[in-house]
């Protein structure tokens, strides 16, 4: 039964594996190909739980809209500026402005975020969300979609509903389920659709979001009375139980740069444990926090969060150069040089599996009243 008080679910210290990983079951990705692994492991979570591996993961590029396809062929450097501008939401192109970022290359970045996509899976044991949500959703809402994988999933097993995802960048399939749609459009601007939803999903927005309570309040106003929105979304500073995750550690300093350069940026990656607050404050009920957690390698004993590890590791080190070099370049000043060797610093802790350490992984979720309430 849901309830307005926050739940800690799945947020009890994790069993530190003091063994041999041989007989562990889970595969060490530092020992492998690390694509290769990566690619059989997540291929055979999903056929072990029943879901499909949609047809762009096959990697071909004519699933993809041309101008990802573009944008891809001309990422010839590690690193590149460029920002997904739409002139409308019909018509998106791609501008050079004054928020251009350093992003990996395209395919790289597909793929890290589908990866995260399974952890997610994972986590919740296979569900897309935690909300309550009946048998009557009619429209979904997916904002920030990244590659829509989410969509898909939620659009394959529910045909009876009709699933929007919207995101800045133009990097969804053409190939999806007939019932779901795509679009261009940023969810910090006001919105403006002609119809409501029953459900408001949104995932891994922490640090694209610069308005909070201004999103929490466009999605109750965007809700049929009875809907719910739901967050995922991970939380800075990275988390440990025990001593292991010293100060003087690089992680730990990459650590507290993000947080600054966010903090300067207006984009903060400290407010997971606060939106069930927000929620509340723009008229949620029924609102329910639970708190996971992504271990940063493969320390821990527990076959699932070992498994959970390595993905993260992979996640976390295919993210490092861009994130790292975007903020201390750019943000805190830093030379490319000092970044540099700072990186790998860095690397050698995400590998460290005598670091403890963990992201505090946060869902919350929350119902519009069925009598309405308006907005504060």
């Not at 271990?295 to 150069?321: H, R, V």
């Not at 994130?323 to 540099?340: D, N, P, Y």
């Not at 350490?357 to 504060?376: H, M, N, Q, S």
């Amino acid at each position: 039964m849901a309830t307005d008080e926050p739940i800690a679910s799945s947020a009890n210290s994790i069993e530190v594996d003091d063994h041999d990983d041989a007989d562990s079951g889970v595969e060490d990705l530092s020992d492998l190909d690390t694509t290769t692994s990566l690619s059989s492991s997540i291929l055979a979570y999903r056929e072990e739980n029943g879901r499909l591996y949609h047809k762009y993961k096959d990697g071909s590029r004519s699933s993809f809209p041309p101008q990802a396809c573009l944008i891809s062929e001309q990422l010839a450097n590690p690193m590149v500026q460029i920002m997904f501008y739409p002139t409308t939401r019909q018509d998106p192109v791609f501008r050079r402005t004054k928020a251009t970022m350093l992003i990996p290359p395209l395919k790289l970045e597909r793929d890290r975020l589908d990866l995260q996509h399974h952890m997610s899976l994972m986590t919740l044991d296979n569900k897309l969300y935690e909300s309550p949500l009946g048998s009557n959703v009619q429209r979904v809402l997916d904002i920030g979609t990244g590659t829509g994988i989410w969509a898909m999933d939620y659009a394959d097993e529910h045909p009876e509903a009709h699933v929007l995802g919207n995101d800045l960048s133009p990097i969804q399939p053409r190939d999806v389920p007939p019932n779901l749609q795509f679009e261009v459009d940023d969810i910090e601007e006001p919105w403006t659709y002609s119809y409501k939803f029953d459900f408001i999903h949104g995932r891994m927005l922490t640090g694209s979001i610069r308005n909070w309570p201004r999103l929490m309040e466009q999605s109750f106003q965007n809700l049929n009375p009875g809907g719910w929105l739901e967050l995922h979304d991970m939380k800075f500073p990275i988390g440990c139980d025990d001593e292991t995750f010293s100060k003087d550690s690089a992680l730990y300093e990459w650590n507290l740069n993000q947080i600054k350069a966010f903090d300067q940026m207006g984009r903060k990656l400290t407010l997971g444990d606060e939106y069930k607050d927000m929620m509340r404050d723009v008229g949620f009920t029924e609102i329910v926090e639970h708190v996971y957690k992504w271990p940063i390698n493969g320390w821990p004993k527990d076959k699932k969060a070992k498994q959970l590890g390595l993905w993260q590791q992979t996640n976390f080190l295919d993210g490092l150069t861009g994130f790292t070099f975007a903020t201390h370049t750019r943000i805190l000043g830093w030379s490319k040089e000092e970044v540099e060797v700072f990186l790998a610093k860095v690397r050698k802790d995400i590998n460290n599996k005598g670091i403890h350490a963990y992201l505090p992984i946060y869902v919350v979720y929350g119902r519009k009243p069925t009598e309405g309430k308006p907005a504060k």
